[in-house]
């Protein structure tokens, strides 16, 4: 798909519930870190987050 060729892409996982350190196991990845409340969510990366181009 040459129309992307120039886009660069984050990953991201979201969750409900964490399981021990799971977040910040996948922030440590580079992935964004979403939490899921009720009917909404939010990013919870540390301030200093720096997510890693896929």
């Known amino acids: ?14 969750f409900i519930t ?8 996948a922030e440590k990845q580079g992935y964004f870190v979403i939490k899921a409340t009720g009917s909404s969510s939010s990013i919870v990366n540390k301030p200093d987050f720096k997510p890693k181009a896929f």
Not at 1 to 14: L, N, Q, R, S, T
Not at 18 to 25: K, L, P, Q, V, Y
Request: glycine share 14%; hydrophobic share 35%.
């Open 1 to 14: 798909m040459p129309e992307y060729k120039d886009k660069v892409i984050f990953g991201g996982v979201a």
């Open 18 to 25: 964490a399981d021990g350190t799971s977040e910040r196991m």
